[in-house]
């Protein structure tokens, strides 16, 4: 028989996820025949507080994701992980790399986790073009990255300040060569949220890992191929930044207004149903409706490659097979006079 303390955490867990109603109450009743007398009270006790709202935030956790996968559908390349897949990978040895900034890793991270923000692999400031392979190779490195084994990355997943950065590193390791990369779904809440213990602070020192940069080109568009491919039928832009600055409007400092002649426009949010990434089904219908096939070429872009990073795990994960990230985006785009810029 599981521990008082086990039962404890899974009746809170369970609450948290409930409506209190009569059928769900009575089966939660169910679930704790067996237990001591006064033990049974105490957690049915904490359950009906915590399902009413009385103890905890119900309207917080329910719009929270929960680490499911069943409502995407099945992947054809495996880029999303759950928890416990995520926890597998971990046990067997994975390095575990928090995308969020340093602020947000030192308030609460995944035990072990290195911290790997998007910036801390480019150029300069307002550049989205990555670095060279010495300073690639090196940071990698020192997040305990191997070639030879399996990464879990990590981000806020879809929430105030984000930006899809955990698709972004995704992006990042496969372009890089790296063959093991996973995202957990539903990011850091989805762990907290399934009862997982998080760590604060610093990271903390770890072995180095033994990185060796092999470019990928096809996952990787630079401005030369945007610029040719505007004379293509068969390849597809795709703008993953807000309606208003695919509209016209400077927000993060572009160096003109507006968006790239002919591509088409799917702010990286209309991907997710509150906090819930959309069924497969529902994004291959919203890209359908812009003229997108899976055939196709595919090149995302944003300001700076961050947003199109996570379109471009998730049109990986649905089997779109020649998708690339522009990482320089539109801060490299606008910074060039002789690139064409549109704004309706």
Request: aromatic fraction near 8%; charged fraction near 25%.
């Given at each position: 028989m ?7 955490r899974?009746s809170?867990?369970?609450a948290?996820?409930l409506k209190?109603e009569?059928?769900?109450?009575a ?6 025949r067996?237990?001591?007398?006064a033990l049974?009270?105490?957690?049915m ?5 915590c399902a009413?709202?009385?103890i ?6 329910e719009?929270a994701p929960?680490?499911d996968?069943?409502g995407?559908?099945e992947?054809?390349?495996?880029v ?7 926890r597998t990978?971990?046990?067997e040895?994975a ?6 900034e340093?602020?947000d ?5 995944l ?11 480019v ?16 940071r990698?490195?020192e ?7 399996p990464?879990?990355?990590y ?7 984000t930006?899809?950065e ?7 390791l496969e372009y ?10 539903g ?7 399934a009862g997982?213990e998080?760590?604060s602070?610093?990271?903390a ?5 033994h ?8 996952y990787?568009?630079t401005?030369?191929?945007v610029?040719?491919?505007?004379s293509?039928d ?8 807000e ?15 507006g968006?790239?002649?002919g591509?088409?426009?799917?702010w990286?949010?209309?991907l997710?149903?509150g906090?819930k990434l959309?069924?497969?089904r529902a ?6 409706a ?5 055939t196709d070429?595919?090149i ?8 199109s990073?996570f ?14 990230n ?7 785009w606008t910074r ?9």
């Amino acid at each position: 028989m599981r521990s008082w303390r086990t039962l404890w955490r899974a009746s809170m867990r369970e609450a948290r996820r409930l409506k209190v109603e009569g059928a769900v109450l009575a089966t939660q009743c169910g679930r704790f025949r067996g237990v001591g007398g006064a033990l049974a009270t105490l957690l049915m006790g904490a359950w009906i507080l915590c399902a009413s709202g009385a103890i905890c935030p119900v309207q917080a956790q329910e719009s929270a994701p929960r680490g499911d996968l069943s409502g995407f559908g099945e992947q054809a390349v495996e880029v999303f992980v759950d928890v416990e897949r995520a926890r597998t990978l971990i046990a067997e040895g994975a390095a575990v790399l928090d995308a969020r900034e340093a602020s947000d890793f030192r308030r609460g991270h995944l035990p072990g986790a290195a911290n790997v923000p998007w910036t801390t692999l480019v150029s300069g400031e307002q550049q989205g073009a990555l670095a060279g392979d010495a300073h690639l190779e090196v940071r990698l490195r020192e997040a305990g990255v191997s070639n030879g084994r399996p990464v879990v990355v990590y981000g806020g997943w879809r929430g105030p300040g984000t930006w899809g950065e955990e698709g972004r590193l995704h992006w990042t390791l496969e372009y890089l060569g790296h063959e093991r990369v996973y995202v957990l779904w539903g990011g850091i809440q989805a762990w907290e949220g399934a009862g997982h213990e998080l760590e604060s602070g610093a990271q903390a020192d770890r072995s180095a890992g033994h990185f060796e940069v092999r470019r990928r080109e096809a996952y990787r568009a630079t401005t030369a191929e945007v610029q040719a491919a505007l004379s293509r039928d068969d390849v597809a832009l795709l703008d993953t930044r807000e309606a208003e600055e695919y509209g016209g409007k400077v927000k993060y400092g572009e160096s003109r207004a507006g968006h790239i002649p002919g591509a088409q426009h799917l702010w990286w949010e209309e991907l997710f149903e509150g906090r819930k990434l959309k069924s497969r089904r529902a994004i291959e219908a919203m890209l359908k409706a812009r003229g997108i096939e899976r055939t196709d070429e595919v090149i995302a872009y944003c300001t700076g490659g961050i947003r199109s990073g996570f379109v471009y795990s998730v049109l990986r994960a649905l089997g779109y097979g020649q998708v690339a990230n522009y990482d320089a985006s539109m801060w490299e785009w606008t910074r060039q006079s002789d690139r064409p810029v549109r704004a309706p």
